[in-house]
């Protein structure tokens, strides 16, 4: 899945919780628990060198979680624990994708487990099925956006 969808309901999830650290965990968990939905994410649509073209979407993605986060930061009520469940919702895949790092959090033991639960919640559609993929996404995300207070 991509960022928007576990960032949008990680900040849905965050924006009811009084602790930070809940909130954080709160995130995490939802992330994982949207995984086992029938989707494509980035991994699914690269080729073995990324284009271009997969940079510029990964790229408009994270562009577009973090205008409704900061829409969201700038509401009048917002809730602070909002940003926390985000964080949460975005964090397993930064831990376990990011080229910078992911050689060795693949091999230390704790998030080698994790990187290994990650992979066994993915459940992608192909390519062909990229209309589905649009759908289910898009409405995790109207469905969260109703839920976060602003």
């Known amino acids: 899945m991509i960022a928007t969808p576990h960032i949008i309901v990680g900040s849905a999830v965050g924006s009811h ?19 086992f939905i029938p989707h494509l994410d980035y ?3 690269k080729e073995k060198k990324t284009s271009v073209s997969t940079w510029l979407y990964i790229g408009l993605d994270i562009v577009a979680s973090l205008a409704i986060l ?5 509401a009048p009520h917002h ?7 985000a964080l949460g919702g975005l964090t397993p895949d930064i ?7 992911m050689y060795y959090t693949h091999r ?20 062909h099925y990229w209309w589905l993929n649009v ?12 839920f976060i207070p602003y």
Not at 108 to 127: M, R, S
Request: hydrophobic residues 55%.
């Open 17 to 35: 919780i009084n602790s930070p650290w809940v909130a954080f965990a709160a995130g995490f968990v939802s992330h994982h628990i949207l995984d």
């Open 43 to 45: 991994g699914v649509l």
């Open 70 to 74: 900061i829409y969201f930061l700038s």
């Open 79 to 85: 809730q602070p624990n909002l940003i926390w469940g």
């Open 95 to 101: 831990v376990d994708n990011s080229p910078l790092w």
């Open 108 to 127: 230390w033991p704790i998030t080698k487990q994790h990187w290994q639960f990650h992979l066994f919640a993915q459940n992608n559609l192909t390519p």
């Open 135 to 146: 759908l289910f996404q898009a409405t995790l995300i109207l469905i969260s956006l109703a």
